[in-house]
């Protein structure tokens, strides 16, 4: 029996592959090609049937495109372009890759040794990369070669030294926002060393940053090594180069244009495509792109043109859900994480949403609004009914308009929803500028009212604090603020009180209640918590894999749960006395409740 349920178990979306990630964007795979042409063309160069590049033919000189023989014509000498060309694009192409390299490796070991360290040790190395820095870095590396000698090796040095200061700086940057963040802190309590830290934790992280630099840097490497050439301190003649063709073809550029424009149109293809595939090759470093697409998220949820629409069950409802499906892309299949959810809220009711992390309360929550990204999210299936009127059918210009005015979201953690720039009262005031045209003051003093109204000790000073300044119950008041600031038909609450204490708990979830009765709002209350639930909900719903599995009065559920799963969660809610006894109620469920099911 086993063996065909597990047979017939639909089986898991494979995992999207770096290469997959990479040939989505168009415009990173043209670059790739490109580059993989060039780079195919300088490698079985030797092998070609090509003329000698050095050989000269006075007689031959500055024959046009296309002649019998030379199928991008002669220069003045009567060499061969094409085979210069070749020849050439492999000298730069490998002088400045290895520059990249040189100047990514010093800088990069300079940026994240500085950033880490701090103090002494980052000044004295930022100073450092500030003198090489205040030197235009062509006329740095001018003096560079001037001092070394003309020669490719020489330019090659110059080059790596004056693009340090860009690998370092960048680099640095990205380190300080790392060096201090709580996953670098728990390796240092775990016993890591420095440089275990640097290469396991902060390496990882600012890698992406390296590798797009050094996309960007090469081309620039690539049009300095032309340049020093151009002005004959690169290659020497008779060696190739783009740049030494350059420098040669600009007398004929009148009467053979062909003769620098070969090797200009070269170096133009040669760098676009490094950035553009650069570009490319940093998204798919960064794991959050794993969701399966590289398009920026659009303004509201995708939703399927042939989605079937359901009548509304409620229409007294403020907020009603009626067969909801939502899933996300995944290469060329969708995984569904909400599957025919229906719950409804009425105006002064609250209605606690519970499950389990993963179990889909969160995606529900934010397909009201269409808020879930998309791509990968897509709303398949349902209708979303804001009064009488379906929120998935509204033009996009309305659905952005009533978020916020007719339905507001408060969040788990406002550390990361309050932005970190700016003081909590102007925050406010943008959330009520969002839909009220009032003048300055006026919306200044009704922000120093919401804040007030929220339990904000002295909130007119509190105000111009910014987030990181407040404790965590006092950012949380100023996200219900800022939730209330246009009197909200529905506040929909998202695990609100999972990051707080339980003091700070109580109060917040004894201040939303008394607002929600006080202004007759309808609230959705998301938790995982049955304590919670009691304390605050009219009504609940459970929900379990995508699915609500029961639903009534919060009373009745408690006191008479009918499914299995309903009872494990309230068999978590611990109990005063209880003791040991806890454990063995809970495991005792769970074994009882997986062998009904199975």
Known sequence: MSAVAEASAPKAPRRITS??????????????????????????????????????????????????????????????????????????????????????????????????????????????????????????????????????????????????????????????????????????????????IILTEVLPNVLPVIVITMSTTAGWMILETAGLSFLGLGAQPPQADLGSMLGEGRAQLFTAPHVSIVPGVMIFLIVISLNVLGDGVRDVLDPRLRSGALARPGPVTDVASGRA????????????????????????????????????????????????????????????????????????????????????AMPETRLIASRGSRVAYVFQDPLTTLHPM???????????????????????????????????????????????????????????AMALANDPDVIIADEPTTALDVTVQARILELLRDLQRERGMALLFITHDFGVVSEICDRVAVMKDGEIVETGETRAVLANPQHAYTKRLIACVPELGTGERFLERVTGLFAGGKEQAS
């Open 19 to 196: 290469w997959h990630l990479l040939l989505n964007n168009r415009l990173a795979t043209a670059g790739l090609v490109l580059l993989g042409l060039v780079a195919l063309m300088i490698l079985l160069v030797p092998i070609l049937p090509l003329p000698d590049p050095d050989v000269t033919a006075p007689a031959d000189r500055l024959k046009p495109l296309f002649t019998a023989g030379h199928l991008l014509g002669t220069d003045q000498l009567g060499r061969d372009i094409l085979s210069r060309l070749l020849w050439g694009t492999r000298v730069s192409v490998a002088v400045g890759f290895a520059a990249t390299l040189i100047a990514a490796f010093v800088g990069s070991a300079i940026g994240i040794v500085a950033g880490y360290a701090g103090g002494r040790t980052d000044n004295a190395m930022m100073r450092g990369i500030d003198m090489l820095m205040a030197f235009p870095y062509i006329l740095l590396a001018l003096a560079i070669v001037a001092a070394l000698g003309p020669g490719l090796m020489n330019a090659l040095y110059a080059i790596a030294v004056v693009n340090i200061p860009f690998f370092a700086r960048n680099v640095r940057g990205v380190t300080l926002g790392y060096v201090h963040r709580e996953f670098v802190d728990a390796a240092r309590l775990s016993g890591k060393g420095n440089l275990s």
């Open 309 to 392: 629409v359901p009548a509304n069950a409620a229409a007294d409802a403020a907020l009603s859900i009626a067969c909801l499906e939502t899933g996300f892309q995944r290469g060329s299949k969708i995984v569904p994480a909400v599957r025919g959810v229906s719950l409804y809220v009425k105006p002064g009711e609250c209605l606690g949403l519970i499950g389990e992390s993963g179990s889909g309360k969160s995606v529900t929550a934010l397909s009201v609004m269409g808020l879930v990204a998309s791509p990968p999210g897509l709303i398949r299936n349902g209708a979303v009914y804001l009064g009488n009127e379906d929120v998935l």
């Open 422 to 480: 700016y003081p909590v009262g102007r925050q406010v005031e943008e959330a009520i500028a969002a839909h009220q045209s009032i003048g300055a003051a006026a919306c200044r003093e009704r922000a120093v009212a919401l804040l007030e109204k929220v339990g904000i000790p002295e909130a007119r000073e509190r105000a111009k604090h910014y987030p990181h300044q407040l404790s965590g119950g006092q950012r949380q008041r100023v996200g219900i």
